[in-house]
């Protein structure tokens, strides 16, 4: 037994298939099939079931993989404990991050972080929560920038800064005349929504569960951009909530629908999150290091009281 040989099984339960296991691996398909036939071989069983397409694991196929996984991770360790040896910050990285996240929180950092590591070979994915909870555990991330807590027990969370929420109130609005508002004052029915998935909109949804109305409403919109629900809200639609980053990259005339919530403000953690494997955590420190240099002047709200995320984000 190898450990290419464990790597060859992991890439095949990941992709179902033996030819994009292979190209995964840069192997020719049929150098990948020979070692996990020779693996199954000497195991004396049979880890994935062939005649299924796509090809499925078998029951003690399950549990190889599941046991290949941590060895795998703590032979990676080898080349980890070697790198902060040598005080080496460099290889590939790849960094999850959720979509309400992506647009204001990665252009104030990338330029800084690859500029101060070149090293670094960063790959990019935008993922929903549950996906990077899922690529966190099966190893295909490295870290990930999400709203927390997660409370997932093989997850470390690493909170970066608390960022609230404002009102986006367009002019016709019931609450446009308000200099400030309260979560009392939210209903439901009246906010444009982020679609399923966001988990910036389980947030809106919980905030808003306790003064939900039984009104009719004329139509039903939930969409994946910020900026179409500030277009619809300026429509006469309704209004919506924004995460105060985002409210920082409206144009100017539109920054006089903004509308802060008095304390305790709703808010949601931004957390750099990684496994409790640790690996590569000399670049998941560096990384957190330039994210907490540059955030630091991006919101001020230190003295600021805020609702505890962990209130608005358990279901």
Do not use: W
């Not at 996240?101 to 994915?125: A, D, G, N, R, S």
């Not at 494997?277 to 230190?302: C, N, P, W, Y």
Request: net charge negative.
């Amino acid at each position: 037994m190898t450990i290419t040989q464990l790597q060859y099984v992991l890439a095949v339960a990941e992709h179902q298939n033996f030819t994009k296991a292979s190209e995964f691996c840069f192997v020719t398909q049929p150098t990948l099939s020979m070692q996990i036939q020779k693996l199954e071989d000497e195991l004396s069983v049979q880890i994935f079931d062939r005649s299924k397409k796509p090809i499925e694991l078998t029951e003690v196929g399950k549990k190889i993989v599941s046991q290949a996984k941590n060895i795998v991770n703590e032979s990676e360790r080898i080349q980890d404990i070697i790198d902060q040896d040598k005080g080496f910050i460099g290889g590939e990285y790849t960094l999850g991050v959720i979509p309400t996240i992506m647009p204001t929180l990665l252009p104030m950092f990338l330029k800084t972080f690859t500029e101060k590591h070149p090293k670094v070979q960063l790959k990019i994915k935008e993922l929903t929560t549950p996906q990077i909870i899922k690529q966190l555990n099966e190893g295909n991330l490295d870290a990930a920038l999400a709203a927390t807590p997660l409370e997932d027990e093989n997850l470390i969370e690493r909170p970066l800064y608390y960022e609230p929420f404002v009102a986006y109130v367009p002019k016709a609005h019931r609450l446009a005349q308000h200099k400030t508002i309260t979560t009392a004052d939210l209903d439901i029915n009246d906010i444009l929504l982020l679609e399923d998935g966001h988990c910036f909109r389980d947030g809106v949804v919980n905030l808003c569960s306790a003064t939900k109305s039984n009104k009719n409403n004329t139509f039903s919109l939930e969409s994946g951009s910020f900026e179409t629900l500030t277009k619809l809200a300026d429509e006469g639609l309704g209004m919506t909530l924004l995460p105060y980053l985002h409210s920082k990259q409206l144009q100017e005339c539109y920054t006089d629908s903004i509308i802060h919530f008095t304390d305790p403000k709703p808010a949601r953690e931004v957390s750099l999150l990684f496994h409790k494997s640790e690996l590569k955590i000399q670049i998941t420190k560096a990384l957190k290091d330039v994210i907490d240099a540059v955030i630091r002047g991006a919101i001020a709200f230190h003295d600021v009281k805020i609702i505890s995320p962990k209130k608005i984000y358990s279901n």
